[in-house]
T-cell receptor, first 111, second 114 residues
Framework: NAGVTQTPKFQVLKTGQSMTLQCAQDMNHEYMSWYRQDPGMGLRLIHYSVGAGITDQGEVPNGYNVSRSTTEDFPLRLLSAAPSQTSVYFC??????????FGSGTQLSVL | AQSVTQPDIHITVSEGASLELRCNYSYGATPYLFWYVQSPGQGLQLLLKYFSGDTLVQGIKGFEAEFKRSQSSFNLRKPSVHWSDAAEYFCAVGARAAGNKLTFGGGTRVLVKP
């Protein structure tokens, strides 16, 4: 049972480039979400989904897109990377109203 | 809007000593409350959670936390710290009507001295 799998673990981008962070879970969880972690600010919610075909914005959605075509996958897209998006990104999933399971994170640097 | 404050950015504690990490939250109704731990280079692992009932909750690794509604606090404690407890700890609050959406505090980094 793999849990929540994120790829890649590390990524360096140039300003203006686009990329997709992948997240997959094999626990049949309805809820999936993306957080970014910045020093001293804890984790902030970017986007979340309560089921296939349903997504919504979190606290810091600007510059990011998501989609949820299957229960298992919840990719995060950076459309035009900016230095302010340098961060560690975490995907999390869970059954509705229960605890979250986190992936191991993606460290992204935008130069 | 809900918010979480962890007043201590860093705490240094000797191995075998007790540990208490503070967490204050702001929320209009009774919240869901969580403590997560993050080891270096890892994701977050749930230590314990409070949904309702007994205000003293037990978690994994010998941790416990007490919900005090009057103080809007959910402090985490451990009677005797082990070197493996060195990590960053996050308090989080969730709204009952918002399902799994969590608001996290800024975290407290715990250093353990031998």
């Amino acid at each position: 049972n793999a849990g929540v799998t994120q790829t890649p673990k590390f990524q360096v981008l140039k300003t203006g480039q686009s990329m997709t962070l992948q997240c997959a879970q094999d626990m049949n969880h309805e809820y999936m979400s993306w957080y970014r972690q910045d020093p001293g600010m804890g984790l902030r919610l970017i986007h979340y989904s309560v089921g296939a075909g349903i997504t919504d914005q979190g606290e810091v959605p600007n510059g990011y897109n998501v989609s949820r075509s299957t229960t298992e996958d919840f990719p995060l897209r950076l459309l035009s990377a900016a230095p302010s998006q340098t961060s560690v990104y975490f995907c999390a999933s869970g059954r509705l109203n229960e605890k979250l399971f986190f992936g191991s994170g993606t460290q992204l640097s935008v130069l | 809007a809900q918010s979480v404050t962890q007043p201590d950015i860093h705490i240094t504690v000797s191995e075998g000593a007790s540990l208490e990490l503070r967490c204050n939250y702001s929320y209009g109704a009774t919240p869901y409350l969580f403590w997560y731990v993050q080891s270096p280079g890892q994701g977050l692992q749930l230590l314990l959670k409070y949904f309702s009932g007994d205000t003293l909750v037990q978690g994994i690794k010998g941790f416990e936390a007490e919900f005090k509604r009057s103080q809007s606090s959910f402090n985490l404690r451990k009677p005797s710290v082990h070197w493996s407890d060195a990590a960053e700890y996050f308090c989080a609050v969730g709204a009952r009507a918002a399902g799994n959406k969590l608001t996290f505090g800024g975290g407290t980094r715990v250093l353990v001295k031998p």
